[in-house]
């Protein structure tokens, strides 16, 4: 019983930060406009060629890949790296 209740608790402490981080981005991701950044990488997803040599060349395929599953609202455009944010807070 004392075991169980334990693990949880853990659970729950490696758990609260991630996704606290994921909340918060999610809440804010449309507090401020399209960043440049995001306007390139959205273009670089409408052209996909392996030539950009200034981005690693998943970017792109990823930018597209979250504007046919998701379109192309603020929220949307955020959420893969706020994942990879509360991903990273994880480790």
């Known amino acids: ?6 693990r949880r608790r853990e659970a729950v ?8 981080t994921l909340a918060l ?5 449309t507090g401020y406009g399209i960043f440049r950044d995001e306007l390139y990488y959205l273009s670089c ?3 996909l060629a392996w ?7 998943l970017v792109a395929l990823l930018a597209a890949l979250v ?5 192309e ?3 949307a ?8 944010l509360a991903a990273t807070v994880l480790l």
């Open 13 to 20: 402490g490696r758990w609260a930060l991630p996704l606290a």
């Open 1 to 6: 019983m004392n075991d169980t209740r334990e």
């Open 77 to 84: 455009l955020r959420a893969l790296p706020a994942a990879a």
């Open 73 to 75: 609202s603020l929220v």
């Open 25 to 29: 981005m999610l809440v804010t991701a």
């Open 45 to 47: 997803s409408r052209r």
């Open 67 to 71: 504007r046919a599953v998701a379109g």
């Open 51 to 57: 030539g950009y040599v200034d981005q690693p060349p």
